[in-house]
């Protein structure tokens, strides 16, 4: 796994990066064997039985405030006639690897035990023999992560691990105040105020991958500077370069600044467009979406509800940051560039009248 570490950390081609994942995704397995005495004529028969520890996925993509199912089964090989004492243990530990496991679940047979914040919101499946997966209700942002499923029989153990990630969006996003205008920290906090967190090197991939396309280095969450180009062109980086991820390497995290690179998780609830009768300036605008028992929506909202629920509205209204931005999911004339995408017309001044997209959390 070290390698892939290694290829991750100085951003290497990238198709391999597939490749380290789904090596993850064979589980473990080891031999024991039941000694028997063989009727007492100094034979010792041995018999070799297999514990087998599975997940049929290593990804699984979950949404913000949902519940989730990490698989996780186990088995022996031959079958045995009677059933085992078994305990299944689940661990977490935050996905950059920082950090020891924690405990999250321990069970044998009926009886479990839960820790720390997960207590109350995690339980095993159990729908047939052998299986461990866990459930996990009321996900928070900070559930995402790398789960191991142990399973302890004696004194061998196996286990599996199975990685949470939320569906999610990247965006680019840049100051009010202009290009270039986010340290590290200024990056992090302005991703945040927009309902985002920074992006990983991963998201950031998985979106090039997607077709994002945007020439101006923002900060990841790692610490480096680097932006996505899928056509090669001489204002990006310049022709000889095949597509791909262009990266500044990491950058000084108070002195240097660039714009960033947003993740937003898929949200429960729902943004819209408010109907008025007339435009609203910003302060207008906040006020109406909070007078519908909603709020005026963040750009992560707004970038959520465009990818994961297709909203589509020709017509720009003011955001939470002072940006003024429509989501296209149908390309059509007059609404933009031929490609879907949220639409940016960058910070007027807040006097100036517009419509407004709000947000609620609950229908
Ligand atoms: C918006 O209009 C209201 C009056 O309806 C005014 O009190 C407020 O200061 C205006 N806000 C801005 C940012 O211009």
């Known amino acids: 796994m070290w390698i892939c570490r290694l290829l991750v950390a100085v951003g290497l081609q990238l198709h391999l990066l597939g490749r380290c994942r789904a090596s993850g995704r064979r589980g473990g397995a080891f031999f024991y064997q039941d000694v028997a005495d063989g009727g007492g004529n100094g034979e010792i028969h041995f018999r070799g039985v297999r514990l087998h520890v599975e997940s049929p996925s290593v990804l699984v993509s979950a949404v913000q405030g949902s519940s989730v199912t990490l698989p996780c089964h186990y088995r022996y090989e031959p079958e045995l006639s009677s059933p085992r004492r078994t305990r299944v243990k689940w661990f977490w530990q935050p996905t950059d690897g920082g950090g020891p496991e924690e405990g999250v679940v321990v069970a044998l047979g009926q009886r479990h035990r839960t820790y720390g914040d997960f207590r109350g919101r995690v339980r095993l499946r159990r729908d047939a023999p052998g299986d461990a997966s866990l459930v996990i209700s009321a996900l928070t942002a900070d559930d995402t992560g790398r789960y191991r499923c142990e399973v302890i029989d004696g004194l061998e153990d196996e286990s599996v691990t199975v990685e949470l990630e939320f569906r999610g969006v990247v965006f680019p996003y840049y100051s009010p105040r202009g290009r270039y205008r986010l340290n590290f920290l200024e990056a992090k906090r302005a991703c945040e105020e927009q309902g985002a967190a920074l992006a990983t090197f ?21 610490g480096t500077a680097q932006y996505p180009v899928s056509t090669p062109r001489e204002a990006c980086g310049g022709v000889d370069l095949a597509p791909g991820l262009r990266s500044y390497g990491s950058r000084h995290r108070r002195l240097d600044r660039y714009d960033a690179f947003c993740f937003a998780s898929a949200l429960r609830g729902g943004v819209y467009f408010l109907q008025q009768s007339r435009p609203l300036n910003f302060t207008e605008a906040a006020r109406a979406c909070a007078a519908q028992g909603a709020e005026i929506a963040k750009v992560g909202q707004l970038y959520a509800a465009w990818r994961f629920l297709g909203l589509d509205r020709c017509d720009a209204g003011w955001l939470a940051d002072g940006s003024l931005r429509y989501p296209i ?32 959390a609950h229908w």
Not at 203 to 220: I, K, P, T, V
Not at 339 to 357: D, E, I, Q, S
């Open 202 to 222: 991963e998201q950031l991939f998985a979106a090039w991958e997607d077709g994002l396309d945007w020439c101006n280095a923002g900060w990841l969450a790692d």
């Open 329 to 360: 999911a149908r390309p059509r004339p007059h609404c933009g560039p031929g490609r879907p995408g949220v639409r940016t017309l960058g910070h007027p001044p807040r006097h100036h009248k517009h419509a407004v997209y709000c947000y609620r």
